[in-house]
């Protein structure tokens, strides 16, 4: 089964300035995908950024980028130039191809909480 | 393009009272999901259709919780008797599925708060 862990519950930044959040998995597919959606307080989830495993170069998406180690199965997630509007619950998420059609296909880690500080 | 719809947006029941939520995937999407929110924790999946069919239920509760997808577009998720412990956000999300080889990026809707008194 796959687990996706995310160790730190909140985070604070000061607005322009830099933060990676952090994201470990486990899992024994070699092909797979990963995602960073980002829910603010009026609970619509949205997508950030996504990264498809069998790809070596790491996603950027704008101030968005993500540090993809496949081997020791990390996917942080970099925002340079904070911004107010950046503040919500951010979640990492590991996805199997829907090819596979039982099991964990879709797994949503326990979230990090970023505030942005003006 | 709109986005995925759900209504309604908050609901408050007393136990054992049945509830329905209701979702409006995005247009040419034919995989939808349900997925289950508690307060301050990841979604966690309920069920998925692809087209008509429920391809992964493993997670729904079934003794209380159904749903349908009729037509393979607007899909419904029913609660009969809910329970103290339902009280949680339902979000909905579709993606379109044209390749069976690829997985598609979820679009998600805003969700319906429910309240269990």
């Known amino acids: 089964a796959q687990t996706v862990t995310q160790s730190q519950p909140e985070m604070s930044v000061q607005e322009a300035e830099t933060v990676t959040l952090s994201c470990t998995y486990d899992?024994?597919?070699?092909?797979?995908?990963l995602f960073w959606y980002k829910q603010p307080p009026s609970r619509q989830m949205i997508l950030v950024i996504r990264?498809?495993?069998?790809?070596?170069q790491n996603a950027t998406e704008n101030r968005f980028s993500v540090n993809f180690q496949k081997a020791a199965k990390s996917f942080s997630l970099k925002i340079s130039d904070s911004q107010l509007g950046d503040t919500a619950m951010y979640f990492c998420?590991?996805?199997?191809?829907?090819?596979?059609?039982?099991?964990?296909?879709?797994?949503f880690g326990p979230g990090t909480r970023l505030s942005v500080l003006p | 393009e709109a986005g995925v719809v759900q209504s309604p947006r908050y609901k408050i029941i007393e136990k054992k009272q049945p509830v329905a939520f209701w979702c409006n995937p995005i247009?040419?999407?034919?995989?939808l999901y349900w997925y289950l929110q508690n307060l301050g924790q990841g979604p966690e999946l309920l069920i998925r259709?692809?087209?008509?069919?429920?391809?992964?239920d493993s997670q729904l509760p079934k003794d209380r919780f159904s749903a349908e997808r009729l037509k393979g577009v607007d899909s419904t998720l029913k609660i009969q008797p809910a329970e103290l412990g339902d009280s949680a956000v339902y979000l909905c999300?579709?993606?379109?599925?044209?390749?069976?080889?690829?997985?598609?990026?979820?679009?998600f809707g805003p969700g319906t708060r429910l309240t269990v008194l």
């Open positions: 999300a579709s993606s379109s599925g044209w390749d069976p080889y690829r997985t598609d990026t979820q679009y």
């Open positions: 899992t024994s597919e070699s092909n797979y995908y």
């Open positions: 990264q498809e495993a069998y790809k070596q």
């Open positions: 998420a590991f996805m199997k191809p829907r090819r596979m059609v039982y099991g964990q296909n879709f797994v």
């Open positions: 247009s040419g999407h034919n995989t």
């Open positions: 259709y692809e087209n008509e069919e429920a391809v992964d």
